[in-house]
């Protein structure tokens, strides 16, 4: 017997910079992802501008632009957010398939400059309004409830290049704004929701660029006090508007393990386990900095405009649940790594036990196991996992049909271990399987790593018809929603 609850919430998630394209549509202004080139598993993506002299340059993730430059769109270079896999024009579609795997749940995300083209403004784009508004009537109609997040990586370029973004304290006056309107424009019509995507991994991703100054610390530990402001102040308003709002932070879960029994990886374990994880869901989940902070912000010398008025936010802007994405585990050694792997906004040593990807992910299944159980132990609080899946190649067959029993083998590893932790006492609530329609990668920005069990006819350079096709994937996951669980069978 399988242990998911009645009503457990079984769905799929997408972003919107990553599933709507329609990037210069209706008013809609550009965020980062619109000036962000593809790249691949060895080459990365690149942000492109126009220098103050006229020429053209490239930045990758976390490079300032140079004096006098702005970011642009470039005749060169090939964007493939801009028109995703056009959710924007298919959502009616996408929505009707989605039904038709049985799904409860919807996770989706509001494009900030779809309602707020710059950031600035004080009303936002009715046309804006009226599409998401439109999304979620559709979704009524065949009883998904939509999880929507607030920001999922899309600030408005904007605000990015003229304001000093996420290190502005006056960034969060915009987004409370924004959020202010998304929780009152769509009141009735949503009621999960999540503030921030994988917010950790700011600080994650300095790790993965190695020796970086101390500066970089103070500007991704500032940035991210702000975003927390923001995250508990959006919870206090979206509570205020609707008491029935059920808000979420979501974290990037990645369980992290100790690579060798030596008593210094255990220790640097525990601190991995402090810095990328509990740093961020202690804020949003407690309402205060954990104690180990002043050690985190000491390793560096940073030193936090925080107020007496942001304490007083932190603590009365708790979250009602806890959300993360989960997909692997990774290894913390203090001793020399030979063999490095690659993962979601982290890197790792290699793991003899486990299995990677084409991507060099690690599958773990008992790492989500492990995952769920650790984190309701420390917060009580109602759990869902709002991203899990395997970017995968695809191939599709001369009649049409695409056989993935790597997807779905990943899948029921995953879906035995949620049922476990739920067996174990875990009060998990939710599921929602990332890119449950192929979508533009975030981290590499290819069509080709694609998790869905729908498919989409499009490539990495943009050419191709934009037809949705069900894989066998599709029939898999509605047998198991239909069974609640229960039957994880092959086809
Ligand atoms: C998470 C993001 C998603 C998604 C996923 C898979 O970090 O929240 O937006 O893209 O990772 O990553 P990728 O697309 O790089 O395979």
Redesign the pocket.
């Known amino acids: 017997m399988a242990h998911f609850p009645e009503g457990f919430l079984w769905g799929g ?1 997408v ?1 919107a ?2 599933w709507e394209g329609g990037w210069n549509l209706d008013g809609r202004g550009p965020a980062m992802t619109d000036v962000t080139t593809g790249g691949t598993v060895n080459t990365p993506r690149l942000i492109t501008y126009i220098a103050a002299d006229g020429t053209h340059g490239t930045l990758t993730r976390g490079q300032k632009l140079p004096e006098g430059a702005h970011y642009a769109v470039l005749d060169e270079y090939h964007y493939p957010n801009h028109n995703a896999v056009d959710g924007y024009h298919h959502y009616k579609e996408d929505i009707a398939l989605f039904a038709e795997m049985g799904f409860k749940q919807f996770r989706m995300s509001i494009s900030w400059s779809r309602l707020y083209p710059t950031g600035l403004e004080k009303e936002p784009l009715k046309a804006g309004v009226e599409f998401y508004r439109d999304m979620f009537k559709e979704m009524q109609k065949y009883g998904i409830e939509p999880l929507v997040t607030i920001w ?2 899309d600030t408005p370029l904007y605000l990015e290049e003229h304001c000093g973004g996420w290190l502005n304290r006056e960034t969060i006056e915009h987004f409370v704004r924004f959020a202010t309107t998304c929780f009152t424009e769509f009141k009735g019509l949503v009621h999960h929701w999540l503030t921030f ?2 917010i950790n ?1 700011t600080i994650q991703f300095l790790d993965m660029q190695g020796n970086l100054p101390d500066s970089a610390y103070q500007d991704a530990y500032q940035h991210l006090h702000y975003q927390f402001v923001a995250s508990a102040k959006a919870v206090q308003i979206g509570h205020a508007i609707d008491p029935s709002n059920m808000i979420g932070c ?1 974290i ?1 879960g990645i369980t992290w393990y100790p690579a060798t029994c030596d008593p210094k990886d255990i220790l640097a374990c525990r601190y991995a386990w402090e810095k990328n994880i509990f740093y961020c869901s202690d804020v949003q989940c407690l309402g205060e900095y954990g104690s180990y902070c002043t050690r985190l912000w000491n390793d560096h010398n940073v030193k936090l405009d925080i107020t007496e008025d942001d304490l007083d936010d932190l603590a009365r802007g708790t979250v009602d649940m806890y959300t993360f ?1 989960y ?1 692997m585990s990774n290894l913390v050694t203090t001793h020399k790594v030979t063999d490095k792997v690659g993962g ?2 982290s890197l790792g040593a290699r793991n003899e036990y486990l299995k990677y990807s084409d ?1 060099g ?1 690690a599958t773990d299944a008992d790492g989500l196991e492990y995952y769920l159980e650790m984190i309701y132990d420390r917060y009580h609080l109602p759990v869902m996992v709002v ?1 899990n ?1 395997l ?1 995968a190649y695809d191939t599709v067959e001369e009649d049409g049909s695409i056989h993935d029993p790597f997807r779905i083998e990943y899948y029921r590893l995953h879906i035995e271990a949620m049922d476990k932790a739920i067996a174990n006492g875990v009060d998990l609530i939710g599921y929602t399987t ?2 449950c329609i192929d ?6 920005g290819e069509m080709r ?1 694609r ?1 869905g069990f729908i498919y989409v006819d499009m490539d990495d350079e943009g050419k191709g018809s934009m037809a949705r096709s069900r894989k066998d994937s599709f029939f898999w996951y509605k047998k198991v929603i239909a069974s609640n669980g229960e039957d994880l069978s092959d086809l």
């Open positions: 998630a972003a910079n990553q999922h990586f995507n994988e991994n979501m990037c994405s997909y979601n906004f991507w992910w991203e899946g970017g990332w890119g979508v533009v990668s975030a981290g590499t790593k998790y």
